[in-house]
C-alpha cells in the first residue's frame, strides 16, 4: 500500500512542476483574477484614461495614456499596440509604443521637422490639394483598439481645425458653387436646368435632393455636374390622358401627380452634393407663351377625359363644319331666288 501511496506523490509532484513550467512561459495573462474568502473570481479590466484628438503644428495626432489592471506588466516585450479598425478594409496598427504618449493620426505624414506633408482623406493632385485618399475612413469616427495583452477600445473623432490650428492642407477646402438653376417648362413638362462648378474634389458626378417637408425626400444620383432633371412628380409627356383619382393634375399646366408630389408644386430646398455640397431653394416654373403653342390648356382633367389637343381640334372642326353647312344652304337659297327670277 505504502508503495502505491509513493506513486500517487510521485505523480503529484510531476503534474505540479509541469503547470509551474507553463505558467512561467506565459509572460502577462490574459485575464487577470484574484482569488477571495469565498472563492469567487474578480476580473480586472484594462482602462483607456485619455484618449483626445489633437491638432498640434497643422497635424493630426491622437494623445492616449493606457492604464493596465494590477498584476500586468508592460515591457519591451508586451508593448502597447493601438489598432485603428477600417471598417471596410485593412487596419492600421501602430505596435511598440509605451502605456502613454502620442502618435499620428493614419494617413497624417511629417518631414524630419515634424512640419505636415500629408493629411488623411486629401491627395496632392497636379499641384493642387483635392478631397479623396485611402484614408478617407479616419477623418469621421473611428475605433481605436488598445492592447498589451488585455485589450479596450473607443471612438475617437478627428481633430477639427481652428484659426490657429489645420487639420486639413492649406488652401484645399473644396468649395461648391450653384452656376445655373433655372425651373423650366418645354412642351407642358417642368424641368430644372442645373449647373454646378466645384474645386477641390476630384469628384465628377453630383447627387441631387429634394427635401421633402412632410416625408421622404427624392433622391437624384450620379448625374453630371450640369444638365437638366425632371421635375419631381411630373410626367415627361404632355398630350396624355392621367387618371385624376391616382393624384394626377395640372399644374400651371403642367402634369404632376400632387397625390406624391404635392409638396414639390411651389418652392422646394435641392441639395447639390459633390463633397462639399449646397442647399437651394428653387420654385415650380410657371406658364409662359411658349410652352403651349397652338393648344388651349386644360386647368382640371378628369379621368377618361378627351385628351385637350383633340377637344379643341374637334370643337375646332365642329365649328367649321356647320360654317360650312351655313355656306351651302345659303347658296342652295340664292340658286334658287335666281332661277325663279329668270322664269319670271
Request: net charge negative; charged share 20%.
Amino acid at each position: 500500500m505504502r508503495t502505491s501511496k509513493g506513486h500517487r506523490t510521485t505523480g503529484r509532484a510531476v503534474l505540479v512542476g509541469a503547470l509551474t513550467a507553463a505558467a512561467a512561459l506565459l509572460t502577462v495573462p490574459v485575464v487577470a483574477t484574484s482569488a477571495s474568502a469565498d472563492d469567487e473570481t474578480e476580473t480586472y479590466v484594462p482602462e483607456i484614461t485619455v484618449a483626445s484628438p489633437v491638432c498640434d503644428g497643422d497635424v493630426p495626432y491622437l494623445d492616449y495614456v493606457f492604464e493596465l489592471p494590477e498584476g500586468y506588466e508592460n515591457d519591451e516585450e508586451n508593448p502597447l499596440s493601438i489598432t485603428w479598425v477600417n471598417p471596410d478594409g485593412d487596419d492600421v496598427v501602430q505596435s511598440g509604443l509605451p502605456l502613454a504618449g502620442r502618435v499620428l493620426w493614419p494617413g497624417a505624414e511629417v518631414d524630419d521637422q515634424g512640419n505636415p506633408v500629408d493629411w488623411p482623406g486629401w491627395s496632392l493632385v497636379d499641384g493642387e490639394w483635392v478631397v479623396g485618399d485611402e484614408f478617407d475612413w479616419v477623418r469621421e469616427g473611428v475605433t481605436v483598439v488598445f492592447e498589451v495583452n488585455p485589450s479596450a477600445e473607443t471612438v475617437v473623432a478627428y481633430p477639427p481645425s481652428s484659426p490657429d490650428c489645420a487639420t486639413n492642407p492649406p488652401g484645399g477646402e473644396p468649395t461648391i458653387k450653384v452656376d445655373v438653376l433655372t425651373p423650366v417648362c418645354v412642351e407642358g413638362v417642368s424641368y430644372l436646368d442645373y449647373g454646378v462648378s466645384v474645386t477641390g474634389t476630384p469628384n465628377t458626378t453630383a447627387t441631387l435632393t429634394w427635401h421633402n417637408p412632410d416625408g421622404e425626400d427624392e433622391v437624384m444620383t450620379d448625374l453630371p455636374l450640369s444638365g437638366r432633371v425632371l421635375w419631381p412628380g411630373a410626367y415627361p409627356e404632355r398630350f396624355v390622358d392621367l387618371p385624376a383619382d391616382e393624384g394626377w393634375e395640372l399644374v400651371n399646366n403642367m402634369w404632376i401627380n400632387t397625390a406624391t408630389h404635392g409638396w414639390a408644386t411651389g418652392t422646394v430646398d435641392v441639395t447639390f452634393a459633390v463633397n462639399p455640397e449646397v442647399t437651394v431653394p428653387v420654385t415650380y416654373p410657371q406658364d409662359t407663351s411658349n410652352c403651349f403653342p397652338g393648344t388651349t390648356p386644360v386647368d382640371n382633367p378628369v379621368a377618361g377625359s378627351q385628351n385637350p389637343s383633340l377637344a379643341s381640334t374637334g370643337a375646332t372642326v365642329g365649328l367649321y363644319a356647320a360654317i360650312a353647312a351655313g355656306l351651302a344652304v345659303v347658296g342652295a337659297a340664292i340658286v334658287l331666288l335666281t332661277r325663279r327670277t329668270r322664269k319670271s
